[in-house]
Nanobody
Framework: QVQLVESGGDVVQAGGSLKLSCVASGNIHTIESMGWYRQAPGKEREQVAVTSRGGTTNYADSVKGRCTISGDNAKKTVYLQMNALKREDTAVYYC????????????????????WGRGTQVVVSS
């Protein structure tokens, strides 16, 4: 129904850069937020960066100053530019969206959903 596809993960030397992308498709009326999360082996999944309706953005302290999230709600696309990568950035990066679908009722009511991508691997080597 709704699918998120991430790309851009790679093996990169410490200090290098990567740009991740995520494209959402399917029956989506409105995207409320789009974001990036990551999970390293043995670690909890953590929020990296999120952009929401109204243009608000939030970054994890660990990536502030090194990462920039950008997106196009109309195109259902979100990017994460990552610079000055560190070994600690090694993880599977997941795209996530909060979105709505129309119910079909004449009052225009909608239902809220969320979706996850399948992940893209980022490996930062020394």
């Amino acid at each position: 129904q709704v699918q998120l596809v991430e790309s851009g993960g790679d093996v990169v030397q410490a200090g290098g850069s990567l740009k991740l992308s995520c494209v959402a498709s399917g029956n989506i009326h409105t995207i409320e937020s789009m974001g990036w999360y990551r999970q390293a082996p043995g670690k909890e999944r953590e929020q990296v960066a999120v952009t929401s309706r109204g243009g608000t953005t939030n970054y994890a302290d660990s990536v502030k100053g090194r990462c920039t999230i950008s997106g196009d709600n109309a195109k259902k696309t979100v990017y994460l530019q990552m610079n000055a990568l560190k070994r600690e950035d090694t993880a599977v990066y997941y795209c996530h969206i909060d979105y709505t679908q129309l119910t079909g009722w004449p009052d225009g009511s909608m239902r809220k959903y969320d979706a996850w991508g399948r992940g893209t691997q980022v490996v930062v080597s020394s």
